[in-house]
T-cell receptor, first 114, second 114 residues
């Protein structure tokens, strides 16, 4: 079956530090890949996505590149802010039994200190 | 903006009670999903629906049922609540875009079963 593996958190950084959150996946088909973010007390919201190999998704200074050869979709940001503190989920969508089924990683908590 | 609403933010129920969690979306999305979110386990798919009156089991359907009588509404039912169903429940909806669809999440219902 499909699976998504993310690095365990929490990741604790100082403001303006470089961020990387690793994500690797296993899929039977050719999935689309996503990063979602969950701020405290809220539901998840899409941060960025990529639908084919070598695509780069980007939003709010965050980037991730779909790497088919390494089955990875690592999230990066050059300079984090306190407001980026949240839980980040890597996810894929792949066809199964005729429907596109989403699969989420376990989430990585990011804490940014001033 | 897409809006997904859930009937309650917090709910306290007793073991054995029948519990209804309601989700409504206002963007005419075909697909709707119910997840539970637990610390260290991420999001796990309970049920999803890709059309009115259609439903499919996710990864952890045991102890749950769903109902989708109208396109905009997807209900999760706990037939006889148990303490191990204490969790955060998230509803989501999406268009069908061949796997590239973004999921839009509600704010979540935190359920405590005593």
């Amino acid at each position: 079956g499909n699976s998504v593996t993310q690095m365990e958190g929490p990741v604790t950084l100082s403001e303006e530090a470089f961020l990387t959150i690793n994500c690797t996946y296993t899929a039977t088909g050719y999935p689309s890949l996503f990063w979602y973010v969950q701020y405290p007390g809220e539901g998840l919201q899409l941060l960025l996505k990529a639908t084919k190999a070598d695509d780069k998704g980007s939003n709010k200074g965050f980037e991730a590149t779909y790497r088919k050869e390494t089955t990875s979709f690592h999230l990066e940001k050059g300079s984090v802010q306190v407001s980026d503190s949240a839980v980040y989920f890597c996810a894929l969508s792949d066809i199964s039994g005729g429907s596109y089924i989403p699969t989420f990683g376990r989430g990585t908590s990011l804490i940014v200190h001033p | 903006d897409v809006k997904v609403t859930q009937s309650s933010r917090y709910l306290v129920k007793r073991t054995g009670e029948k519990v209804f969690l309601e989700c409504v979306q206002d963007m005419d999305h075909e697909n709707m999903f119910w997840y539970r979110q637990d610390p260290g386990l991420g999001l796990r798919l309970i049920y999803f629906s890709y059309d009115v009156k259609m439903k499919e089991k996710g990864d952890i359907p045991e102890g749950y049922s769903v109902s989708r009588e109208k396109k905009e509404r997807f209900s999760l039912i706990l037939e006889s609540a148990s303490t191990n169903q204490t969790s955060m429940y998230l509803c989501a909806s999406s268009f069908s875009l061949g796997g590239a669809e973004t999921q839009y999440f509600g704010p979540g219902t935190r359920l405590l079963v005593l």
